[in-house]
C-alpha cells in the first residue's frame, strides 16, 4: 500500500475520531452507537476504495531500463520518442540522477526520499500524489510538471525551473525555491509554511488561498502574482517586488516587510 493511500486513511480516521467525540458530547447512547456503526462502515468503503485506486502499478520494464543506468535509459528514451514510461509508484532512496531524461514520464503516487536529481529533465511529468521527502532537484527542468496533491517535505528545488508548473492542493513545507523560476505556476491552496523564496521569480504565479506562514521571501519578484486570501502570518519580506500583485489578505499577522519594491497596497 502507498503511503499516499496511508496518509490518506489516517486523514479519514482523525475525521471519524472527531465525528465520534461529537457524537459523544451530544447525543443520546442509542444514536451514538447507530451513527458510529454508519461512520465507521462508510469509512471502511472509503478506504477499500482508496487502496482499489491506488493499485495502480509500473511497467517492470521500463523500472528495468531505468536500474540499468542512466545512459541506457536516455538511449532507450531517444530511440522511442512518442513513448511515455510509466513509473507509477516507483519507490526510490537515496538514489543519484544526473542528466536523467524523465520528461513526459507518468511517476503518479511516486514515493521518492533523501534523493538528488541534478540537471534532470522532468518537464510535463505528472507526479501526482507522490510522496518526496528531503531530496534534491537541482537546475533541474520542471516545467509544466504535475505535484497535485503531492506531499514534498523539506524538497530543494534550487536554479530550478518550474514554470507553468501545477502545485495545487500539495504540501511543500519547508521547501527551498532559491533562485528558482515559479512564473505562472499554480500554488493555489498549497502549504508552503516555513518554506524559502529567495531570488525566486514568482511572476504571474497563483499563490490564493496559499498558506505561507513563516515563510522566506527575499529578493523575490511578486510581479503580477495572485496573493489573495492567502496566510502570511509570521512571514518575511525583504526588498520583495510587489508590482501589480494582486493582494487581498488581512492574514498578515506578526508579519515583516522591509524595503518593499511597488507595494501599493
Not at 104 to 112: A, K, P, V, Y
Amino acid at each position: 500500500m502507498s503511503l499516499y493511500i496511508l496518509r490518506r486513511m489516517m486523514f479519514l480516521l482523525l475525521h471519524f475520531k472527531r465525528s465520534l467525540r461529537l457524537l459523544h458530547s451530544r447525543a443520546p447512547f442509542s444514536v451514538k452507537y447507530s451513527l458510529s456503526i454508519f461512520i465507521e462502515n462508510k469509512l471502511l468503503l472509503i478506504a477499500i476504495a482508496l487502496m482499489v485506486t491506488g493499485c495502480s502499478k509500473y511497467n517492470p520494464e521500463h523500472l528495468s531500463i531505468l536500474e540499468s543506468g542512466a545512459l541506457k535509459w536516455n538511449e532507450w528514451r531517444k530511440n522511442n520518442p512518442d513513448l511515455k514510461p510509466n513509473l507509477k509508484g516507483v519507490k526510490l532512496y537515496k538514489k543519484n540522477f544526473i542528466n536523467v531524461d524523465f520528461s513526459n514520464t507518468d511517476f503518479s503516487s511516486f514515493e521518492c526520499a533523501f534523493c538528488t536529481f541534478d540537471q534532470t529533465n522532468f518537464a510535463n511529468t505528472n507526479l501526482e500524489k507522490s510522496y518526496i521527502q528531503g531530496s534534491v532537484f537541482k537546475s533541474t527542468n520542471l516545467t509544466g510538471t504535475n505535484f497535485y496533491r503531492s506531499f514534498a517535505y523539506g524538497v530543494n528545488f534550487r536554479d530550478s525551473n518550474l514554470k507553468n508548473a501545477k502545485l495545487s492542493r500539495a504540501n511543500f513545507e519547508m521547501a527551498s525555491f532559491y533562485n528558482t523560476d515559479l512564473e505562472k505556476a499554480s500554488m493555489q491552496n498549497t502549504v508552503l509554511v516555513r518554506s524559502s523564496f529567495s531570488k525566486s521569480n514568482l511572476m504571474e504565479t497563483i499563490l490564493n488561498k496559499a498558506n505561507l506562514e513563516d515563510a522566506y521571501f527575499f529578493k523575490s519578484d511578486l510581479t503580477k502574482a495572485n496573493l489573495n486570501d492567502a496566510i502570511f502570518d509570521k512571514s518575511h519580506f525583504i526588498e520583495v517586488n510587489f508590482k501589480d500583485a494582486s493582494l487581498k489578505s488581512e492574514s498578515f499577522k506578526d508579519a515583516s516587510i522591509k524595503h518593499p519594491l511597488n507595494l501599493t497596497q
